[in-house]
């Protein structure tokens, strides 16, 4: 039995990206659809599929690239080498419907305040999450922002606290998609950590937006999550 014709497709581009550098621009949908003769809507299922697989991303309106390799998140939260952070702001928040679920997991009421540091996690210049990360002032506020950078190290907080998160299907902030360079209301994962200290009293709150195209999920003890594509 012969091949799809898409899976024929991905089998072309394969050979075609070997040996490119990353973030060099694939051939447009109509040359390899000229090519190959094939439709242009059997070539963006594979161009879609090679995304899914992490061969390829989108960079928004700019085209398709070539990837580094698949980014990965983890549950324990191991970080790529590649990584590096822009710290965005620093803040305190309070009454707000957005902090509510923080402050009422925090045992806070309403009118009490919370520490906030926002940052946008990059892979090079590939963005790959935007991270809110909540704390009681007194945690933090009478650092500096170079000792909050290293203070906050995810990867090594999960690994010696407790940590409960959650993952959920969520639509980007509009303040967030400009920042991860997707339309405004596209569907992306959201993961939620709580990161409690040995007497159980909670440490970290944090979101996690993920870029859909340049993240992928990966767990020894969860099945593949591929990203969530428009």
Not at 48 to 53: A, I, S, Y
Not at 80 to 100: G, H, K, M, T
Not at 162 to 174: E, F, G, K, N, Y
């Amino acid at each position: 039995m012969s091949q799809p014709k898409y899976i024929q497709v991905m089998d072309f581009l394969r050979e075609d990206i070997a040996g490119r550098d990353p973030h060099t621009p694939i051939l447009s949908e109509r040359e390899i659809s000229q090519r190959l003769d094939i439709s242009r809507m059997t070539v963006r299922k594979a161009i879609e599929e090679l995304c899914r697989q992490g061969v390829l991303y989108r960079g928004g309106n700019r085209g398709t690239f070539v990837a580094r390799r698949p980014a990965s998140v983890t549950v324990s939260g191991s970080a790529p080498r590649q990584e590096r952070q822009r710290v965005l702001f620093l803040d305190s928040v309070y009454e707000s419907a957005n902090v509510r679920d923080v402050q009422k997991a925090f045992g806070l009421e309403d009118h009490q305040r919370l520490f906030r540091m926002v940052r946008l996690i990059l892979d090079d210049d590939l963005p790959l999450r935007v991270e809110e990360i909540y704390a009681l002032p007194e945690v933090a506020m009478d650092k500096g922002l170079n000792e909050l950078e290293s203070f906050f190290q995810l990867d090594q907080i999960r690994s010696s606290g407790q940590s409960r998160w959650d993952l959920h299907a969520a639509l980007i902030p509009p303040k967030y998609s400009r920042l991860l360079e997707v339309r405004q209301g596209t569907p992306v994962i959201c993961r939620r950590d709580q990161i409690r200290q040995s007497d159980g009293s909670l440490f970290l709150y944090i979101n996690t937006w993920l870029h859909p195209d340049n993240v992928r999920i990966t767990s020894s003890t969860m099945p593949f999550a591929a990203p969530v594509h428009t």
